[in-house]
């Protein structure tokens, strides 16, 4: 059974940083596409970035290009999203998701993907 569990998120200042994780259990991370999304209350959720499996291909949604980075370990069979340079319009909840092989995706939008972690919180003050 997939599984994918966040951690990382926290209350931080403008400019600060944030590394955020997702331990992935039941799968092996670098055979499904994954990626970190996030939603405001009353807005649609957004993709903020992916990779696809093996790690051969990155998106990015273009309000994170430059300061957000998404790696994965496949040794602790877990993605992270180092996340830089942090502004308000960042605040938000974070979730982790994967797409099992063949599945088609979108990933400005999450459609396609199959699993999901229950998020983690990141707020960011001026």
């Known amino acids: 059974q997939v599984h994918l569990v966040e951690s990382g998120g926290d209350s931080v200042q403008v400019g600060g940083s944030l590394k955020l994780s997702c331990a992935a259990s039941?799968?092996?991370?670098?055979?499904?596409?994954m990626g970190w999304f996030r939603q405001v209350p009353g807005k649609e959720r957004e993709g903020v970035a992916a990779?696809?499996?093996?790690?051969?291909?990155?998106y990015y949604a273009d309000s994170v290009k430059g300061r957000f980075t998404i790696s994965q370990d496949n040794g602790e069979n877990t993605i992270y999203l180092q996340m830089n340079d942090l502004k308000p319009e960042d605040t938000a909840m974070y979730y982790c998701?994967?797409?099992?092989?063949?599945?088609?995706?979108?990933?400005?939008?999450?459609?396609?993907?199959?699993?999901w972690g229950q998020g983690t919180q990141v707020t960011v003050s001026s």
């Open positions: 998701a994967a797409a099992s092989w063949g599945r088609t995706v979108v990933h400005a939008t999450g459609l396609g993907y199959n699993y």
């Open positions: 039941g799968y092996a991370v670098d055979s499904y596409d």
């Open positions: 990779i696809s499996s093996a790690g051969g291909i990155t």
